[in-house]
C-alpha cells in the first residue's frame, strides 16, 4: 500500500489524496480515496482497515505520524520509508 498524492509517493501518509495497492509484480491492484482526510480519527482507522482489508502487508511512506505508525506495526504490517516521491 503506497499513499498518492498526485503521481507520487504522499509527503504525509494520512494526508494523501489516495491509497494505492500493488502487487509484488507491480501491478494495481487498487485506488482508493483516503478516507483519513475528511473524518479525521475515525478516517485513520477506517484507512487502517481498508489497507488490511485489501490484503496489503506492506506499506511505503514518507513522512508518518508516531501513533499512525504504531498501529500499522501493532497490525503486523511491515513499514518502509522512501526517501523520495517517486513511484518507479
Known amino acids: ?3 498518492m498524492k498526485d ?3 504522499a509527503n504525509h501518509f494520512s494526508r494523501a489524496d489516495e491509497m494505492l495497492f500493488i502487487d509484488e509484480q507491480g501491478q494495481v491492484k487498487g485506488r482508493f480515496a483516503n478516507p ?3 473524518e479525521g480519527c475515525e478516517g485513520k482507522k ?3 482497515s ?3 482489508a485489501n490484503g496489503a502487508d ?3 511512506v514518507r513522512n508518518i ?7 500499522l506495526l501493532s497490525q503486523q504490517l ?3 520509508h522512501a526517501k523520495n516521491g517517486r513511484t518507479a
Do not use: C, D
Not at 65 to 71: H, N, V, W, Y
Open 1 to 3: 500500500a503506497i499513499p
Open 7 to 9: 503521481q507520487h509517493i
Open 36 to 38: 483519513a482526510l475528511t
Open 46 to 48: 477506517q484507512l487502517v
Open 50 to 52: 481498508m489497507i488490511l
Open 58 to 60: 506492506r506499506v511505503i
Open 65 to 71: 505520524g508516531q501513533q499512525l505508525l504504531s498501529k
Open 78 to 80: 511491515s513499514v518502509f
